[in-house]
């Protein structure tokens, strides 16, 4: 039971160009929701969160919108640069159990010069 | 100050032995949490330790377990290793401030490369 999804595995944007990975969840008690980048050989690196009491949240090139009655986010990062070429993953967790993410598969987003 | 630590980097085993993987915190984050991330399953919640007790578990076998010392660092167990449980396995910690969600963040280590032949 994959209570979060990422449903595209991979995503290739012209630099400069808008990125835009989604993310699908199914468990209505997730109330916060984290992105991670992750390069090879590194572990993921927290980008940016959003609670669900926001639709919204921007920090500097990205963006993640949050629209709970369809129980889907979206990451949105512009302008794209070469630097963000990573795997993209979609974390959520419970008020109950906020230490225990749990991640959709990943997207991997590949930025093209 | 210094990141997520994890000890040590690559590691091979065979059937049937045992391993320890370490983790040492940020400083001042007391919650420390492992994962497990596989081609087949991604990544997995496997537990979570706060002042040195198990506070939450995911759906793994008792062939994995947990400990946390008094000054944060922890270290993961796991017994009779199988096939199966080659993977990279992640360490996060986190300041867990009763206050405030943004302090739950989790921030991640480079991981252990497990390889069990």
Known sequence: ?113 | KAGVTQTPRYLIKTRGQQVTLSCSPISGHRSVSWYQQTPGQGLQFLFEYFSETQRNKGNFPGRFSGRQFSNSRSEMNVSTLELGDSALYLCASSLVDGGAIAKNIQYFGAGTRLSVL
């Open chain 1, 1 to 113: 039971d994959q209570q979060v999804k990422q449903n595209s595995p991979s995503l290739s944007v012209q630099e400069g160009r808008i990125s835009i990975l989604n993310c699908d969840y199914t468990n209505s008690m997730f109330d916060y929701f984290l992105w991670y980048k992750k390069y090879p050989a590194e572990g993921p690196t927290f980008l940016i969160s959003i609670s669900s009491i926001k639709d919204k949240n921007e920090d500097g090139r990205f963006t993640v919108f949050l629209n709970k009655s369809a129980k889907h986010l979206s990451l949105h990062i512009v302008p794209s640069q070469p630097g963000d070429s990573a795997v993209y993953f979609c974390a959520a967790s419970d008020g109950q159990g906020a230490q225990k993410l749990v991640f959709g598969q990943g997207t991997r987003l590949t930025i093209n010069p």
